[in-house]
């Protein structure tokens, strides 16, 4: 019996949480930290199953299934209202003596709450207490991180909507055009603007796939950047609408050679992966004299009507724009019908 | 050094002498953002420039302002966690400051790439401790005699400090306990959700 208390006091410092069973399920002895929390919960260690319930395995139902899971993991719930969930396993004694032994597995932050847990209820070796430390600085990190990633976020949309650059092809987008226009305008320089549109551009993507596509984009933007000056900006407005602006080059025949040269290099077949892409450019071309100012919207305008112009006189070609040209486009069209 | 280590000289400044003292010491310590982030590393030597500089514009010797700053880590209504944490280490003073031993791997595994300066606790007799720190930043001493000092009183402990500079790098701050049970100290409750 002295051997019997003497093991019970070793049991309380090392499991506070086990108790002892027999097999007919009465309760002998209850570990300190456990009988905290019963006492919390307002119950009387009499019967281990008036305590416990088992909800792992299911089919284990009174003493002799309990015993049979012997040195295995159990599932437990103690308490009645809002029980709390526990990990247990049971160990024999001696002849009809059981501990089993449990731990607050997954609901130790509720436990610690619950029943007013400290740091003595545990013993020294358990790894409660950093558990909770663990979970108190990780959600301190979690949090300082999150915080991080929303700002970041924030920085992510506000840069995008200053960016000037259209991701795909690299060339400058929208806003970019309209930012160097107004700085043209503003110092009244001569300049032109050239319309550029991929014909059959979507037969490729339909037939050969949008990666095909996004290859032959990425081909008229390389095309775009090597015909042309440092100081030209190369715009891609979306799909395959494109639009260069040659700062102070307004003379006809330059800017003629370079649409041709465009036009051009473009009208080869693009190979891709073995097949080969067919396209074709065409173009219109309007320039802005500060002799005879016209708004920059004016002056696209009488850029896409060259281009227009360009595409009804059967593509892959390079049309400047004139004052004559607002009459053309029946002519034109009939020209392109006939053929 | 990492941005957590800045942050808390950004959050004492801020919350002890308002926004205006901060960008005081932005504009001297010639940073080129205002505000560090706690999740980013920043070159190692900001810090120094900041303390530096915080120490100009609250025109105090920069000893005094560490500690102040390590005072200021344990008992502000912000830095609460952190005192949490701390806490944890300890179920009495004593039992506190042998856990300091193992502050820089706790410190790691919650954060893996915060490496705080190691520091070493020495007992010399009943209630004599030295606690060696060995940092890269001079002063790293002061903070931790300003640590200590709040968490004596937290703990309820009647502690005595003293601080000196053994070598560039070694600073130890000398604790003597003269009564174990000097208040009530602040409880502390394992479960309180801080979050």
Redesign the interface.
Known sequence: MNDLEDFTAVLDALCPLHLMVDELGAIHHVGPTLCKILKTEGMVPGNFWGVLKVQRPRSVVGMPGLIAQTGKRLHLALGCANPIEMKGVLVPLSAGQFIVNLSLSMSV??????Y?????DFPPTDLT?DM???I??????L???S??NH?LAGAKVAAEEKAQTDTLTGLKNRRAMDLALDRLHSWNSPYTVMSLDLDFFKAVNDTLGHAAGDHVLQTMAKVLLEETRDDDIAVRLGGDEFTLILPHMTDPKTVDGVASRIIARLSAPIPFHGQMCHVAVSAGSAAFDPKRPLSREAVQEQADAALYASKRAGRARHTAFSGDLHEAPLAASTETATR | MHG?VNCAIQGFAKDTYGDGVWLDVVRIADLDFVEF????MYDDAITPRVLDALSQVLDRPRPDVMEDIGTYLVSHRTTE?LR??LR?GG?DFVDFLQSLDDLTD??R???PDLILPKMELGEHGPGEFSLECHASIAGFGRVMMGVLRSMADDYGVLAVLDHNTAAPMKEIVSIHVVEAEFAEGRT????????
């Open positions: 932050v509720d436990a610690v709450q619950r007013a847990l400290t740091s003595t207490i909770l430390y663990m108190e600085a990780k959600t301190a990190a949090q300082a991180s915080k991080l700002r | 957590l982030e706690t999740m980013w966690p949490r944490l944890f179920v706790r410190a595994m919650a954060v502390f409750d394992l479960g309180v959700k801080t979050a």
